[in-house]
T-cell receptor, first 115, second 115 residues
Framework: DTEVTQTPKHLVMGMTNKKSLKCEQHMGHRAMYWYKQKAKKPPELMFVYSYEKLSINESVPSRFSPECPNSSLLNLHLHALQPEDSALYLC??????????????FGPGTRLTVT | GNSVTQMEGPVTLSEEAFLTINCTYTATGYPSLFWYVQYPGEGLQLLLKATKADDKGSNKGFEATYRKETTSFHLEKGSVQVSDSAVYFCALSDGLTGGGNKLTFGTGTQLKVEL
């Protein structure tokens, strides 16, 4: 099973709201990723977790706060977002990390609209 | 830095036509190469991959060969179907210092297949 699940599928939030996106995988993968994808653009990497520790933050604004409670779960906490943050947020996982490369498996995404 | 260049879309083909989507890359070292497909309203699905020079990745009738001498990884399919209509992303991956594998994506090529 190569499934990554994400909830919710759609989210509408105001600029003063706090919300969270959730991602789950049961493939035993030890690397998990958050991407942001704007319409008609490729995904942009936001964060990488390796063995439940944040290993890469691609200079993402602090209004996005990632969390990895365990090896299967990845959250993205959202606070005080701007309308330009509206996008498809994709979660991905890979077997592990390091010099060898492992394919990343993507979830279906959460379509976020900030009003 | 790494980069991936894909042919501009959209590409419109008749059903059963031959498909080629060009992809060239610039990278230090020896990256792995991937093709991902994104159907409307969905996340990315790994279509095929190649991890070293002269490797051929194949899946669902799609093929791509890792050509180090021309730094290319062109996607081909002998006979496309309407169900192949989607956006196709070429990507490369290498290991990140500190963990994670960063995917560098091309801009994506939209394919539309008509009856």
């Amino acid at each position: 099973d190569t499934e990554v699940t994400q909830t919710p599928k759609h989210l509408v939030m105001g600029m003063t709201n706090k919300k969270s996106l959730k991602c789950e995988q049961h493939m035993g993968h030890r690397a998990m990723y958050w991407y942001k994808q704007k319409a008609k653009k490729p995904p942009e990497l936001m964060f990488v977790y390796s063995y439940e520790k944040l290993s890469i933050n691609e200079s993402v604004p602090s209004r996005f706060s990632p969390e990895c409670p365990n090896s299967s779960l990845l959250n993205l906490h959202l606070h005080a977002l701007q309308p330009e943050d509206s996008a498809l947020y994709l979660c991905a996982s890979s077997e592990r990390t390091g010099a060898d490369t492992y394919e990343q498996y993507f979830g279906p995404g959460t379509r976020l609209t900030v009003t | 830095g790494n980069s991936v260049t894909q042919m501009e879309g959209p590409v419109t083909l008749s059903e059963e036509a031959f498909l080629t989507i060009n992809c060239t890359y610039t990278a230090t070292g020896y990256p792995s190469l991937f093709w991902y497909v994104q159907y409307p309203g969905e996340g990315l699905q790994l279509l095929l991959k190649a991890t070293k020079a002269d490797d051929k990745g194949s899946n669902k009738g799609f093929e791509a060969t890792y050509r180090k001498e021309t730094t290319s990884f062109h996607l081909e399919k002998g006979s496309v179907q309407v169900s192949d209509s989607a956006v196709y992303f070429c990507a490369l991956s290498d290991g990140l210092t500190g963990g994670g594998n960063k995917l560098t994506f091309g801009t994506g090529t939209q394919l539309k297949v008509e009856l």
